[in-house]
């Protein structure tokens, strides 16, 4: 049996635990079959302003809240394009802040970087180091590295940055917004962006940029902002409650009812169930070493991720064999990623996941690798 052979409907609600795309609500996904309407004039202006309102909230921001109909990946682009006019500095430390590194060699940038090893977090001290020998129109930085469940200081390496005043703060937070605390306009992020896909539990095909005013008046001189990722394109149409382009309309309308509901939990009741979330699945993978299986969370202690948590697999025990067996159970874990493959799994506890049902998993992978 290949993972390929069922489908969503012969498993119930509550046992997916990908760390992306995640499991989203059946009120949520019901949202999506609402009839089209126009993306242009007065009923979809008002229905922009509403979505407006709900994203400012839960992103903790005054300023606006740009939506894209693609993956976060435009929106690293987008932030390339906009902040970058010669030479940047990426932060790496797992596949998807090097893949940050890669869109700015590919938008024609000199690209230095900041390399630690996978499964370890950056320093703002060394960042700072970095920043007196070279000069940078921007850093790059994953706030959490799904590939890894680390969970980088965004906020100490933006004060640092911002030690150098023409020096922009670029954050992928795709899994960290809706899991983590994060405040782009207090901590000095110049670009936040995130996806739907992630704890955000909504489907895959839009993603959110938050812009600084800094970001933003950077963008008006960019040589090479392009056109479909142009962040002036988006703050023209953003003035009038449009689109920049024709979005998902769908899954903007499955975005209205996850705001709602988030609101009404909380971001910071929303940001305490990921931390109870991922504290348990830590404790899970110390019980299961003291019985005698030795696991081990791959992030240090203090830099570990509330979404994700990546877990080192005993030696000979293959990583697709261990999510294989979890699927065969009728439930999904997520494998290890890239140079991690055959040696971890990801479990991706976040969303609208709950206790009970992250026990539920806990149980099944204590059963498959017992």
């Known amino acids: ?23 989203v609500h059946p009120e949520v ?51 390339v394009r906009n902040a970058g006019r010669t030479k940047i500095l990426s932060l790496t430390n797992g596949a998807f802040s090097e893949r940050f590194a890669a869109i700015g060699r590919a938008c024609n940038l000199e690209v230095d970087t900041y390399e630690v090893a ?4 950056h320093d703002p001290s060394v960042l700072r180091t970095h920043l007196e020998n070279g000069t940078y129109d921007a850093i790059t930085m994953a706030h959490s590295e799904t590939s ?47 996806g739907s896909q992630k704890a955000f539990a909504l489907p895959p095909g839009l993603s959110f940029g938050v812009a600084s005013e800094r970001m933003m008046k950077r963008a008006q001189d960019a040589p090479n902002r392009g056109y479909y990722f142009d962040l002036v394109f988006f703050q023209k ?53 003291s019985s005698g299986v030795p696991l081990h969370v791959v992030a240090p202690e203090g830099y570990r ?39 971890t799994i990801r479990v991706g506890h976040m969303g609208d996941h709950t206790m009970d049902e992250l026990n539920g998993l806990l149980a099944i992978l204590t059963e498959v690798l017992s």
């Open 237 to 289: 149409n953003h003035d009038k409650d449009q689109s920049p382009t024709t979005p998902a309309l769908s899954v903007l309308y499955a975005l209205e009812v996850q705001l709602d509901r988030m609101l009404a939990e909380g971001m910071e009741a929303r940001w305490a169930r990921h931390d109870e979330m991922a504290v348990r699945t830590w404790a899970w993978v110390d019980e299961m070493r």
């Open 118 to 121: 996978w499964g370890e977090a």
């Open 29 to 79: 996904l019901a949202a999506q079959i609402r009839p089209m309407m126009s993306h242009r004039g007065a009923n979809s202006q008002a229905f922009m302003r509403g979505i407006q309102v709900g994203l400012q909230s839960v992103f903790c921001t005054a300023r606006p809240v740009f939506i894209s109909t693609s993956s976060a990946t435009g929106l690293m682009e987008a932030a």
């Open 305 to 343: 991720s509330p979404a994700v948590t990546t877990v080192r697999l005993p030696e000979g025990v293959n990583g697709p064999d261990v999510t294989q067996a979890v699927f065969d159970r009728d439930w999904l874990v997520g494998g290890g990623y890239g140079q991690f493959k055959e040696t």
């Open 1 to 23: 049996m290949t993972q390929t052979a069922a489908g969503p409907a012969d498993r119930p609600y509550g046992r997916f635990f990908l760390p992306g795309p995640t499991e």
């Open 148 to 194: 890894t469940g680390v969970l980088n200081d965004i906020r100490g390496l933006a004060a640092v940055a911002h030690d150098v005043p023409d020096t922009l703060v670029l954050v992928d937070s795709v899994t960290g917004f809706g899991a983590a605390e994060v405040r782009p306009d207090e901590w000095g992020i110049d670009f936040l962006l995130t």
